[in-house]
């Protein structure tokens, strides 16, 4: 079995990510392929956040929570409206992806996949923190992409 990965084709892991999936410009997601599932998942789960957020923030910073995605989706295609997973709430408010927007330096962000044993029964409200809670005991694989993007 190969190892879970995630990968864009919009920037490599550690690089920069293209201004335009910033929150002030089209706030899209980067397109994203995923890889070496696990056979025995029943479905994946997504957390983008900004762990750099808590000096200026407060706290990580959620960019978008998602989850119940099919577990034989390869690619996340960039403006992905989900219609086959659950989207939750971002720290903007909001369901769905909200890009970066560092408000003082230039920031790491972090796009975290997990392939899980089960589908997850969750509100629609439902944050990162709570998604992690309900993923806890259930995740069979994880990786994790990171890209920065400045200020």
């Given at each position: 079995?190969?190892e879970?990965?995630l990968?864009?084709?919009a920037f490599?892991?550690g690089?920069?990510?293209?201004d ?5 410009e089209?706030?899209?997601n ?18 983008v956040?900004?762990?750099?957020a808590v000096?200026?923030?407060?706290k990580v910073w959620?960019h978008?929570?998602v989850?119940n995605?099919p577990?034989?989706r390869q690619t ?9 997973a ?12 909200g890009g970066?927007n560092?408000p ?8 975290t996949l ?13 944050d990162a923190?709570?998604l992690?809670s309900a993923i806890?005991?259930h995740?069979?694989?994880?990786t994790q992409l990171?890209?920065?993007?400045p200020?």
């Amino acid at each position: 079995m190969s190892e879970l990965t995630l990968t864009s084709t919009a920037f490599d892991d550690g690089e920069r990510i293209p201004d335009r999936y910033g929150y002030t410009e089209t706030n899209v997601n980067p397109p994203l392929e995923v890889d070496g599932v696990p056979d025995e998942a029943e479905s994946l789960a997504l957390i983008v956040d900004d762990p750099d957020a808590v000096d200026p923030a407060g706290k990580v910073w959620d960019h978008w929570v998602v989850w119940n995605i099919p577990p034989d989706r390869q690619t996340i295609p960039e403006n992905w409206h989900p219609d086959d997973a659950d989207e939750g709430a971002n720290d903007y408010g909001s369901p769905g992806y909200g890009g970066p927007n560092p408000p003082d330096r230039e920031h790491t962000y972090e796009f975290t996949l997990y392939a899980l044993e089960t589908t997850l029964d969750l509100e629609a409200e439902t944050d990162a923190d709570a998604l992690r809670s309900a993923i806890e005991g259930h995740v069979l694989a994880e990786t994790q992409l990171t890209g920065t993007y400045p200020a």
